[in-house]
């Protein structure tokens, strides 16, 4: 924990707010859910959104993925890089979010920390690429940058063909995105030697 504590706070923080929900959910949802633009979107929903969830097992999933890759992201690239990754992660899976749902003329809210969890999966992949992950629906070992790109594969095609309703793919692959944007730039800061955000 003490390697980590950015995870374990995220962690925490998650768990304690979806307590909270249980209590007051319409509230928090009407107030905190990404809406789109036009049906109740506020600027703050970009992050607080993040920190709400649709159920209990929604919550379970997304605090396992975050529990099994942020502690090894967070250990390799510091408290300080973690926050700039999961923070842009957040931020670039709202802003697909709200582009899908404002174009399809959507008036459902979006929850839940995937954008960031699928943000730390990319960098997972790209910092620890020998490492061998299994896929649900492809149970077979396979290196990290396979798997993430089978898996964001599988969130487009999704969410071309509008399956699984209810799962904000895009905002998943927005994340995705976000997460290697940022190793990508901290690439080429080491490589122009410059030690970027600290």
Known sequence: MRSSPLTYALLISNILIFGLQTQVADGLMRTFALWPLGAGFEPWQIVSSAFLHG????????????????????????????AWLYAASVLTASFAQLV?????GEA???????GGLFGLLAAF???FPKRKLIFLLFPMPL???????????????SGIQ???????????????????????????QARAGSSGPR
């Not at 990290?144 to 095609?157: D, G, H, R, T």
């Not at 699984?164 to 190793?183: D, E, R, T």
Request: net charge positive; proline share 4%; aromatic share 12%.
């Open 108 to 114: 459902v809210p979006t929850v839940g920390a995937s």
């Open 100 to 104: 899908v749902t404002s174009a399809a």
């Open 55 to 82: 159920s209990t097992l929604h919550l379970a999933a997304n605090m396992f993925g975050l529990w099994m890759f942020g502690r090894d992201v967070e250990q390799a690239v510091g408290s300080a890089r973690f």
């Open 162 to 188: 509008g399956t699984m309703s209810g799962v904000a793919h895009f905002a998943h692959l927005g994340g995705l995105v976000g997460g290697i944007l940022v190793l990508l730039h901290w690439r080429r």
């Open 143 to 157: 290196p990290a940058p396979v798997f993430v790109s089978i898996y964001a594969a599988f969130e487009l095609y």
């Open 125 to 127: 992949a790209m910092l």
